[in-house]
Nanobody, 121 residues
Framework: QVQLVESGGGLVQAGGSLRLSCAAS????????RAWFRQAPGKEREFVAA????????YYADSVKGRFTISRDNAKNTVYLQMASLKPEDTAVYYC??????????????WGQGTQVTVSS
Protein backbone atom coordinates (compact mmCIF):
# COMPACT_ATOMS: atom_id res chain seq x y z
CA GLN A 1 0.00 0.00 0.00
CA VAL A 2 1.28 3.41 -0.96
CA GLN A 3 2.13 5.57 2.02
CA LEU A 4 3.09 9.16 2.62
CA VAL A 5 4.58 9.75 6.05
CA GLU A 6 5.06 13.22 7.46
CA SER A 7 7.50 14.17 10.20
CA GLY A 8 9.05 17.27 11.72
CA GLY A 9 6.08 18.88 13.36
CA GLY A 10 6.18 20.24 16.88
CA LEU A 11 5.85 23.26 19.13
CA VAL A 12 7.70 26.45 18.21
CA GLN A 13 7.56 30.07 19.32
CA ALA A 14 6.30 32.78 17.01
CA GLY A 15 9.07 33.89 14.69
CA GLY A 16 10.72 30.49 14.78
CA SER A 17 11.29 27.89 12.10
CA LEU A 18 10.44 24.25 11.42
CA ARG A 19 11.11 21.87 8.56
CA LEU A 20 8.54 19.25 7.69
CA SER A 21 9.39 16.15 5.70
CA CYS A 22 7.17 13.75 3.81
CA ALA A 23 8.61 10.43 2.70
CA ALA A 24 6.88 8.25 0.11
CA SER A 25 6.92 4.48 0.36
CA UNK A 26 7.27 3.94 -3.37
CA UNK A 27 9.76 5.31 -5.86
CA UNK A 28 6.83 6.02 -8.21
CA UNK A 29 6.18 9.18 -6.25
CA UNK A 30 9.34 10.72 -7.58
CA UNK A 31 7.29 11.23 -10.77
CA UNK A 32 4.31 12.76 -8.99
CA UNK A 33 3.55 16.36 -8.16
CA ARG A 34 3.61 16.93 -4.42
CA ALA A 35 1.91 19.41 -2.16
CA TRP A 36 1.32 20.51 1.40
CA PHE A 37 -2.04 21.35 2.92
CA ARG A 38 -3.04 22.29 6.45
CA GLN A 39 -6.10 22.18 8.64
CA ALA A 40 -6.56 24.39 11.68
CA PRO A 41 -9.05 23.53 14.42
CA GLY A 42 -12.57 24.26 13.30
CA LYS A 43 -11.50 25.14 9.78
CA GLU A 44 -11.44 23.38 6.46
CA ARG A 45 -8.27 21.94 5.01
CA GLU A 46 -6.47 24.50 2.87
CA PHE A 47 -3.75 24.48 0.27
CA VAL A 48 -0.28 25.65 1.35
CA ALA A 49 2.23 24.88 -1.40
CA ALA A 50 2.88 22.62 -4.38
CA UNK A 51 5.90 21.50 -6.35
CA UNK A 52 6.13 19.96 -9.80
CA UNK A 53 7.62 16.53 -10.54
CA UNK A 54 11.09 17.86 -11.25
CA UNK A 55 10.94 20.63 -8.68
CA UNK A 56 11.28 23.31 -11.34
CA UNK A 57 7.91 24.90 -10.56
CA UNK A 58 6.55 25.82 -7.15
CA TYR A 59 3.42 27.62 -6.03
CA TYR A 60 2.36 29.03 -2.68
CA ALA A 61 -0.75 30.25 -0.96
CA ASP A 62 -0.62 34.00 -0.37
CA SER A 63 -0.67 33.45 3.38
CA VAL A 64 2.71 31.68 3.36
CA LYS A 65 4.45 33.25 0.38
CA GLY A 66 7.89 34.54 1.31
CA ARG A 67 7.95 32.55 4.56
CA PHE A 68 7.60 28.90 3.47
CA THR A 69 9.67 27.00 0.92
CA ILE A 70 8.69 23.70 -0.65
CA SER A 71 11.40 21.47 -2.10
CA ARG A 72 11.94 17.84 -3.01
CA ASP A 73 14.64 15.21 -3.25
CA ASN A 74 13.49 12.61 -5.75
CA ALA A 75 16.39 10.30 -4.94
CA LYS A 76 14.91 10.02 -1.44
CA ASN A 77 11.24 10.16 -2.52
CA THR A 78 10.88 13.01 -0.04
CA VAL A 79 9.33 16.45 -0.13
CA TYR A 80 10.08 19.18 2.40
CA LEU A 81 8.37 22.28 3.72
CA GLN A 82 10.73 24.76 5.30
CA MET A 83 8.71 27.15 7.43
CA ALA A 84 10.17 30.40 8.73
CA SER A 85 8.81 33.46 10.55
CA LEU A 86 6.06 31.28 11.93
CA LYS A 87 2.92 32.91 13.27
CA PRO A 88 0.29 31.60 15.70
CA GLU A 89 -2.14 31.45 12.78
CA ASP A 90 0.11 28.85 11.15
CA THR A 91 -0.95 26.41 13.87
CA ALA A 92 -2.55 23.43 12.16
CA VAL A 93 -2.17 19.81 11.21
CA TYR A 94 -0.03 19.75 8.09
CA TYR A 95 -0.67 17.11 5.44
CA CYS A 96 1.43 16.14 2.47
CA UNK A 97 -0.19 14.97 -0.73
CA UNK A 98 0.73 13.52 -4.11
CA UNK A 99 -0.92 13.42 -7.51
CA UNK A 100 -0.01 12.62 -11.08
CA UNK A 101 -1.04 16.17 -12.04
CA UNK A 102 0.46 19.40 -10.77
CA UNK A 103 -2.51 21.06 -9.08
CA UNK A 104 -2.65 24.40 -7.32
CA UNK A 105 -5.12 23.07 -4.78
CA UNK A 106 -7.59 20.21 -4.45
CA UNK A 107 -7.97 17.45 -5.42
CA UNK A 108 -4.94 15.28 -4.68
CA UNK A 109 -5.14 11.49 -4.84
CA UNK A 110 -2.77 10.45 -2.07
CA TRP A 111 -2.50 11.79 1.47
CA GLY A 112 -0.34 11.40 4.54
CA GLN A 113 -1.68 11.12 8.06
CA GLY A 114 -0.64 14.63 9.07
CA THR A 115 1.77 16.21 11.54
CA GLN A 116 0.85 18.82 14.14
CA VAL A 117 2.50 22.23 14.08
CA THR A 118 1.79 24.52 17.01
CA VAL A 119 3.09 28.10 17.11
CA SER A 120 2.93 29.82 20.47
CA SER A 121 2.69 33.59 20.82
Amino acid sequence: QVQLVESGGGLVQAGGSLRLSCAASERTFSTYARAWFRQAPGKEREFVAAISRTGSVTYYADSVKGRFTISRDNAKNTVYLQMASLKPEDTAVYYCAADRLFRLGFPYDYWGQGTQVTVSS
